[in-house]
C-alpha cells in the first residue's frame, strides 16, 4: 500500500511555550541546551555543561510528548525525543505530535538524510546556519497509519541498538588494553611494582623517518607501490597501523627509508607521542620516529608505556605555533622494563584484543549505515 504524501506540518506543530527566567515553575525543571543532544542518535549527555546564560535567557518547556529539534547547525542532526519534562534552549523547537502520529516516527523522519539535505538547502547565516522553521514544516512526507509507524518505528529502533551496542563494543575494547597494562606492570611513571628502569635508548634503535627531497610535495615521488605512512595515519591507527594514505614511487623510496612490519611509529609534531605499529612495511616523514626493540623488549610494551606516559611527554614539548619533541627526548625517556616472559603473554592477548577489534571496526560501518538504508526504505521508496 502507497503512503499518502503530506507536509510535515501536518504531523507535529511547534509548541514553542516560553518560559522567563524569572518564572518560578523554570528553576524547577533541567535545562536542556543543543550541546547537550548528541548527533544522529538524539542521546542526551549532560556531561557537557551547560552554556553561559542558560539561566538567564527565556527558554521552552518540554515534555515526554515532545520531539526536540535543534534549528541550530542542522548538519549536526540533533533530534531528541525526552522521557522527561524540562526546558531548553530556543534554538531547540519543541514539536508536539497531532493525534494519530508517532513521535518517534516524526524523530526518524527528521533525522533521515533527505531531511538533513533539505533543511541544509534552505539555511540561514553562513557561520551559524539555522533552519527555516516554517520551510521545514512544508517539507512533504509519507503518512502511514498509526499501526505501521509503530512497526516502522520498532524496527529503526532494532537497528539503531544494534548500533550503539557495536559502538560500545569498540570503545570497550580501545579502553581493555592500557587497562590490560595497568594490572599486568601498574603505571609506568609511578612505576609501583619497582621495575627497573631504563633510557628507551638502551631498549633499541630510535631513527627519524626520511624524506629528504624539496619540494616534498614533488609530484615524481608518489604513486608506487611503497606505502607512505603520515602522522595522520598514525594518530587514528588504534595502535596497529593499517592504513597508508600515500605511496611512494621508485623515486621518492630512494630519499626516505623503508621500515619493516613491526615498527613501532612514533609521531614527534602536532599530534605528540601518538603511536602505532607498522602492519606493513612502510616508509615515514622526520616528523615520526621509527622505534625497534631490542631482544630484551617488545614493541607492544613500549607502545601501552608511551600511551600511558603521554602527558608527561607533552610537558617537555616547547610551546610554539605547532608543538613538538625531538629525538633526544625520546632516547633519553626512562621507562619500567619488566621481565620478558610478561611482556610476550602481554604481547599475545592484546593481539587477541586487536583481532577482535578488527573485526568490531569492520562491522560497525555495517551497524551505522543499517538504519539509514532501512530508513531510506520505509520513507522514500515506498513513498
Known amino acids: ?118 533543511v541544509m538547502s534552505l539555511v540561514t547565516g553562513a557561520r551559524m546556519p539555522r533552519t527555516d522553521m516554517k520551510a521545514l514544516m512544508t517539507l512533504p512526507v509519507p503518512l502511514p497509519p498509526l499501526d505501521e509507524q509503530r512497526w516502522i518505528v520498532g524496527i529503526l529502533n532494532r537497528a539503531a541498538r544494534i548500533e550503539r551496542l557495536r559502538k560500545r563494543a569498540v570503545d570497550r575494547l580501545r579502553e581493555f588494553v592500557p587497562a590490560l597494562f595497568l594490572k599486568m606492570f601498574g603505571d609506568p611513571v609511578e612505576n609501583p611494582m619497582r621495575w627497573d628502569v631504563t633510557e628507551l635508548s638502551t631498549l633499541g634503535s630510535l631513527d627519524r623517518g626520511r624524506s629528504r627531497h624539496r619540494p616534498r610535495n614533488a609530484l615524481e615521488l608518489y604513486g608506487g607501490p611503497y606505502p607512505f605512512v603520515q602522522t595522520g595515519d598514525v594518530s587514528n591507527s588504534d595502535g596497529l597501523v593499517r592504513i597508508a594514505s600515500q605511496t611512494y614511487s621508485e ?32 616508509c615515514f616523514p622526520d616528523s615520526i620516529v621509527g622505534f625497534t626493540p631490542n631482544a630484551s623488549i617488545t614493541a607492544e610494551y613500549v607502545q601501552s608505556a608511551l600511551d600511558l606516559m603521554q602527558t608527561r611527554i607533552e610537558e617537555t614539548a616547547p610551546m610554539s605555533a605547532q608543538r613538538n619533541i625531538n629525538l633526544r627526548t625520546l632516547r633519553e625517556l626512562r621507562i619500567p622494563v619488566p621481565n620478558l616472559s610478561q611482556q610476550q603473554r602481554f604481547v599475545k592477548i592484546v593481539g587477541s584484543t586487536r583481532a577482535i577489534s578488527a573485526l568490531g571496526a569492520a562491522s560497525l560501518p555495517v551497524a551505522v549505515n543499517l538504519t539509514g538504508f532501512l530508513a531510506s526504505r520505509f520513507f522514500v521508496a515506498r513513498a
Open 1 to 118: 500500500m502507497n503512503m499518502p504524501i503530506v507536509p510535515l506540518g501536518e504531523l507535529c506543530e511547534m509548541d514553542r511555550q516560553g518560559l522567563h527566567p524569572d518564572d518560578p515553575i523554570a528553576s524547577g525543571l533541567p535545562f536542556v541546551g543543543v550541546e547537550h543532544v548528541e548527533s544522529e542518535s538524539g542521546a542526551f549527555n549532560f556531561n557537557n555543561g551547560s552554556r553561559v546564560g542558560s539561566q538567564r535567557s527565556t527558554t521552552f518547556r518540554f515534555d515526554e510528548r515532545h520531539v526536540l529539534y535543534s534549528k541550530l547547525r542542522p548538519y549536526l542532526n540533533k533530534v531528541a525525543t525526552p522521557g522527561f519534562a524540562g526546558r531548553c534552549s530556543t534554538e531547540l523547537v519543541p514539536l508536539l505530535p497531532r493525534d494519530g502520529v508517532d513521535r518517534e516516527f516524526i524523530a526518524y523522519l527528521l533525522r533521515r538524510k533527505k531531511t538533513v539535505d533539505y
Open 251 to 282: 623515486i621518492g623510496l630512494r630519499q626516505s627509508r623503508l621500515w619493516p612490519a613491526g615498527t613501532l611509529c612514533i609521531t614527534i609534531a602536532a599530534n605528540i607521542s601518538k603511536t602505532g605499529i607498522l602492519s606493513f612495511d612502510a
